[in-house]
């Protein structure tokens, strides 16, 4: 993975998302009304696009909300996104909302992070799978990507570790792809970089581990997540949801991980030990 220099013209970023999704001049003047001659007059610079043609282009591009502010600025228009803090008044709605689901989901483990996956919030059921992370990984901002996979983190009671490192690589990749964020790009380049936890050797991904099979024979239809608490192996499966259309920054990067026990006993463990 190569850094670019940026660009400020919005031609050219435009054209960047626009060959990234794989999509026509054509294709995309027909999704957005429009024509390719007009399109390729953007993208050169021959024609300025309206406030409104760089927000329905950027919609269509399936652009970030981040990224769109960046469209507006290049293009000589101001900002449209805020970006507010989480600790701003005004989000307390938002905060409010998410404590509740959060507890509401107890005791099955949940979490919210923001774009570069540090913890916005977090209940007693991820509290309990943290448990045993040394106390310099659970200084905030806690980062999730670094608790889990730093050596010294959650790496080491996780059973089938290395097809879940892998699974999280593939989707902080995702991620840099779609926003093209350098400080998610350092994180990646950190994590990736982390030796494999003790007794886990460094081999190809999901090959000769017995518990790797034991994964992959259950996740028949999703890969599960096999962590070992107080002695026992407790299995997930997991979702993450984000907010749908929204309208300020910080909002359009929070994602809301949810852990669901992939079998009776690891239900029946949380239960107890948090029900």
Not at 6 to 17: A, C, H, I, N, S
Not at 118 to 146: K, S, Y
Request: net charge negative; no cysteine.
């Amino acid at each position: 993975m190569t850094s670019r220099a940026p660009v400020t013209e919005v031609g050219p970023l435009l054209r960047g998302w626009r060959e990234q999704r794989r999509i026509s001049q054509l294709e995309l003047a027909l999704r957005a009304d429009s024509s390719a001659r007009h399109i390729s007059f953007v993208e050169t610079g021959r024609s300025r696009p309206s406030e409104e043609m760089v927000l329905r282009l950027a919609e269509h591009l399936d652009v970030p909300v981040r990224e769109r502010n960046t469209l507006l600025l290049a293009a000589g228009y101001a900002p449209r996104f805020t970006e507010t803090s989480m600790d701003d008044p005004s989000m307390a709605v938002v905060r409010e909302g998410l404590e509740r689901l959060l507890r509401g989901y107890e005791p099955y483990p949940a979490l919210v992070v923001d774009g570069t996956y540090t913890l916005v919030a977090a209940n007693r059921g991820l509290a309990l799978l943290m448990e045993g992370v040394p106390d310099h990984l659970l200084v905030p901002p806690v980062n999730a990507m670094r608790a889990i996979l730093h050596p010294e983190g959650a790496a080491p009671r996780i059973r089938n570790f290395r097809q879940w490192r892998l699974h999280l690589l593939h989707q902080m990749e995702r991620q840099i792809a779609l926003a093209r964020s350098e400080e998610l790009r350092a994180l990646y380049e950190e994590v990736a970089a982390y030796p494999p936890p003790e007794g886990v050797d460094d081999g190809p991904e999901g090959a000769g581990d017995p518990d790797d099979a034991a994964a992959f024979a259950l996740g028949t239809f999703a890969l599960p997540l096999r962590i070992e608490h107080g002695g026992q192996v407790l299995t997930f499966l997991s979702s993450i949801s984000t907010f749908n259309t929204p309208m300020d920054v910080t909002v359009a990067e929070l994602a809301i991980e949810t852990f669901l026990p992939a079998d009776p006993a690891t239900a029946k463990y949380l239960m107890s030990a948090l029900g």
